[in-house]
């Protein structure tokens, strides 16, 4: 979800994993990559296809406001020309049970990530597989107005 993140949220995440590895990092600077990364969103000629589940939009990682600033983006990005948001919700019928993340660029490589690493794959049977796993969890997936009624649910959740 990093390229949908807010600053806020982002710094977050980054403290967390500083925390966690023990090692000092420079978290703004960080931050700062991060969203200037983000303007490939607003570029013609790339789309992105992301499919997140509806327990990251409920874990709390940073307190409330930040949370519910990170889901209005989540929001606003539905509908943009670049992006194509997919939320599977608790409810949804799975083929997989939940695993790590990953991103899948076109068919050439895979960055998956573990609590130590990234794992770069660009070997096609690898990258056929997480090929497979992505359409499995995007079947699953809810998008568009559906979505936005996932992510609303989780706005709320935050106020209770």
């Given at each position: 979800?990093?390229?949908?993140?807010?600053?806020?949220?982002?710094?977050?995440?980054?403290?967390?994993?500083?925390?966690?590895?023990?090692?000092?990092?420079?978290?703004?600077e960080?931050?700062?990559?991060?969203?200037?990364?983000?303007?490939?969103?607003?570029?013609?000629?790339?789309?992105?296809?992301?499919?997140?589940?509806?327990?990251?939009?409920?874990?709390?990682?940073?307190?409330?406001?930040?949370?519910?600033?990170?889901?209005?983006?989540?929001?606003?990005?539905?509908?943009?020309?670049?992006?194509?948001?997919?939320?599977?919700?608790?409810e949804?019928?799975?083929?997989?049970?939940?695993?790590?993340?990953?991103?899948?660029?076109?068919?050439?490589?895979?960055?998956?990530?573990?609590?130590?690493?990234?794992?770069?794959?660009?070997?096609?049977?690898?990258?056929?597989?997480?090929?497979r796993?992505?359409?499995?969890?995007?079947?699953?997936?809810?998008?568009g107005?559906?979505?936005?009624?996932?992510?609303?649910?989780?706005?709320?959740?935050?106020?209770?």
């Amino acid at each position: 979800m990093g390229m949908l993140q807010t600053a806020d949220y982002a710094r977050h995440v980054f403290e967390a994993y500083a925390d966690l590895h023990r090692s000092p990092r420079d978290i703004e600077e960080a931050v700062s990559v991060r969203v200037r990364r983000q303007e490939l969103l607003y570029r013609g000629g790339k789309r992105f296809h992301v499919v997140l589940w509806e327990a990251a939009l409920r874990a709390r990682l940073c307190p409330p406001t930040v949370m519910a600033a990170q889901l209005d983006r989540l929001s606003g990005v539905i509908g943009l020309d670049t992006v194509i948001l997919g939320i599977v919700p608790f409810e949804a019928a799975l083929n997989l049970p939940p695993a790590n993340g990953f991103w899948l660029y076109d068919e050439r490589l895979v960055i998956a990530e573990d609590w130590h690493a990234e794992i770069w794959l660009d070997d096609p049977a690898s990258v056929a597989l997480y090929r497979r796993v992505w359409e499995s969890l995007n079947r699953a997936a809810v998008h568009g107005p559906a979505a936005q009624r996932v992510i609303a649910r989780c706005r709320q959740a935050l106020d209770t």
